[in-house]
């Protein structure tokens, strides 16, 4: 049976609050405050688990921990029923805190910037991975590299990943998301912000969109390129393939976390070797549920089901 592995380089504690009103200079009094693990690929290491319960072994996450925080953490994870293997450093896994304005809807997020870790650290995290990896396995690589961390580390695990005969889906950023689509992923899941840094240019008509991702999947830098595009869906390209989603209209209660659901419900459909275009669905789906979720940052699997029937992959050519 093969297995996901997630791989989250820079995890938080996420710690969220409301507030009727943010101001400055006073003290704000918040609503009692909810705890989450958090980081990319731990968010869709819990997507897959809330899809998934009965399978826990399908699934482990990896990333680095340090302090009480890191505990915390490992704690977190743990009670959600999700297997870790940590790998302990010296400095603390940071905090992300944020302050939900009851009145306006809006979302204040302070992302702290987290330890600068150490070579045999990294070298740790990236070693971890490839020897937990087997052939057919799919290793979910999301999120920001901490300080320390040479641009180069992706790409490195890309490599690796593909020499072992299994798929890397990564959602990354910046210089380090370039440098691993020179090696060659499985899947990339850029934004639209990020498909414009990794191209150079300023992306605005559908057209320019799909130029763009058949330019990374025909030389060979990813086999599906899934480009997200917040309340305006997805558009997943392969050599063979175009599909088109608009986004399932929800009502939204917090973009946190989309682009991970969207990424862990595709992921889970294809670990069950749904075809491409109900792999799509069931990422809208997974991401429309989170949106509409106060108590979390992961979706609900009753939702989830509940929205699916609502997702429209239109293939096009
Ligand atoms: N307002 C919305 N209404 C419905 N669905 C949404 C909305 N915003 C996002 N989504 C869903 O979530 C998916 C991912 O969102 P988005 O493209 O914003 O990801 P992202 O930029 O990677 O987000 P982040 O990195 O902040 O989690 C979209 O493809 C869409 O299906
Ligand atoms: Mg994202």
């Avoid at 689509?181 to 498909?195: D, H, I, N, Q």
């Avoid at 969109?209 to 997200?228: F, P």
């Amino acid at each position: 049976m093969s297995k996901v592995l997630t791989l989250t380089m820079n995890p938080a504690l996420d710690i969220s609050t409301s507030i009727d009103k943010v101001v400055h200079t006073d003290k704000l009094r918040c609503a009692a405050a909810k705890i989450q693990p958090g980081g990319g690929g731990i968010n869709v290491a819990r997507v897959l688990s809330v899809l998934n319960p009965d399978f826990p072994d399908a699934c482990t996450a990896v990333y680095p921990v340090g302090g009480v925080t890191g505990q915390l953490l490992m704690q977190a994870l743990n009670t959600e029923g999700i297997r870790s293997h940590a790998i302990k450093t010296l400095g603390e896994t940071r905090e992300a805190f944020s302050v939900h304005e009851t009145t306006t809807g809006k979302d204040f997020r302070f992302i702290l910037s987290g330890p600068t870790l150490t070579e045999p650290e990294w070298q740790s995290c990236l070693d971890a991975v490839i020897a937990l990896t087997q052939t057919g396995d799919t290793v979910v690589a999301s999120g920001s590299l901490p300080h320390g961390v040479p641009d180069h580390f992706f790409a490195t695990l890309a490599a690796a990943i593909k020499s072992k005969g299994a798929r890397l889906v990564l959602d990354s950023s910046g210089a380090p998301l370039k440098l691993a689509l020179e090696a060659g992923v499985y899947l990339v899941k850029p934004s639209l912000r990020e498909l414009e840094e990794l191209t150079g240019q300023s992306l605005e008509t559908d057209a320019q969109w799909r130029a763009a991702a058949r330019t990374i999947v025909q030389s060979g830098q990813a086999d599906i390129v899934a480009l997200s595009l917040g309340d305006a869906g997805a558009l997943v390209v392969t050599l063979s393939q175009t599909l088109r989603a608009q986004a399932i209209p929800v009502e939204v209660v917090t973009t946190v976390g989309a682009g991970d659901n969207f990424v862990g419900g595709f992921v889970w459909a294809m670990h069950k070797g749904e075809p491409l275009d109900r792999c799509v669905a069931y990422g809208l789906a997974s991401a429309a549920s989170a949106v509409m979720n106060r108590h979390s940052n992961v979706c609900e699997p009753d939702v989830m089901r509940a929205l699916y029937p609502k997702a429209h992959v239109i293939k096009e050519d």
